[in-house]
């Protein structure tokens, strides 16, 4: 008689062991179906803020074409350069900015350096220039005005011979502790972050030089309305930051300038003259930077496009990037 009930206990036990694997199972299914579900939502949400992104993206266009039918110049008072508030739609948040990148140093025009007699050359002046400024504003700042200028033209130019002082393949190749052997571009910058190659660059002066300059694909001229001070002061190599700040502040029309001779005809920028000044600078500008950042639930898109608006008024789109540039 007891072996039936011990069989019974046995069975028990087996039925009970069957029902907790099943149950474990079905938990784990039903925790990876929630897992997929989410990981489903979060990739549709990121593909609707994309799409919302690249939308933006298009009415940036569309505000940068209309600017160049209504204003012969480029100004900070311009639509686009408004703050841009857009109600939020369908649960979407989205924030907007269009920055003038001609307000920057384009390091590309440093391909136009001539190996001889590189002093004559304004963009190679002013560059150095750039590089003293930011010594003298940031204490512990320690480079050389002229080898990084001579390098980054080394850089851009097509030949393998270093300027003196520059640096071609003959010193990247060596190598050292602190990075891998590399070759030297020889063609323009696609990004200012190539500086980090640049021999004789150091991270802080990095840093400083990021907000400042730009890597355009065709020379371009500095426009003087949507300039900063840093930028501005590059027009006169006796200006100070103190005289730039107060052009930008106190002289400069909220509608701009409609001529750079109207900028070189104030009293601060009387004097010493820059080779090339007034044909390095202009009024209006071709390229421009849209940030356009979406948060879309737990998605969260940042597209940086690089736009070229034509004189004929057609925009094309350069680059994109998504994330942090």
Do not use: C
């Amino acid at each position: 008689m007891q072996q039936p009930k011990r069989q019974r206990g046995i069975a028990l036990i087996t039925a009970l062991l069957v029902v907790a694997i099943a149950t474990i199972a079905a938990v784990q299914m039903a925790h990876r179906q929630q897992l997929d579900i989410r990981r489903l939502q979060g990739l549709l949400a990121f593909d609707q803020a994309q799409s919302y992104a690249v939308a933006a993206e298009s009415w940036a266009l569309r505000a940068l074409q209309q600017d160049l039918r209504d204003n012969e110049t480029d100004s900070l008072n311009d639509l686009w350069a408004q703050p841009i508030v857009i109600p939020d739609y369908q649960g979407a948040q989205l924030t907007m900015t269009i920055e003038d990148l001609q307000s920057r140093f384009n390091l590309n025009n440093l391909a136009q350096v001539p190996t001889n007699e590189p002093d004559r050359n304004p963009h190679y002046e002013r560059f150095q220039l750039l590089i003293e400024h930011l010594m003298s504003e940031h204490q512990g700042l320690d480079a050389d005005p002229v080898h990084i200028a001579n390098a980054v033209a080394d850089w851009l130019d097509e030949d393998l011979e270093p300027r003196f002082p520059g640096a071609e393949d003959g010193l990247y190749l060596t190598g050292s502790e602190e990075r891998a052997p590399y070759r030297a571009a020889n063609r323009l910058m696609a990004s200012p972050t190539e500086l980090m190659l640049i021999d004789g660059m150091t991270p802080e002066l990095y840093q400083a030089m990021l907000p400042l300059v730009t890597a355009l694909p065709e020379p371009t001229a500095i426009n003087i309305n949507t300039a900063g001070p840093r930028i501005l002061r590059l027009a006169h190599p006796e200006l100070s930051l103190k005289e730039a700040e107060n052009i930008v502040l106190d002289q400069r029309p909220e509608e701009g300038w409609e001529d750079v001779k109207d900028l070189f005809a104030l009293d601060a920028l009387a004097g010493v003259e820059m080779p090339g000044s007034e044909n390095e600078f202009g009024v209006q500008s071709r390229y421009f930077a849209v940030h356009a950042t979406v948060t879309l639930g737990d998605a969260r898109v940042t597209l940086h496009s690089l736009v070229r608006r034509h004189p004929e008024g057609r925009m094309e789109v350069l680059q994109r990037a998504l994330g942090r540039l």
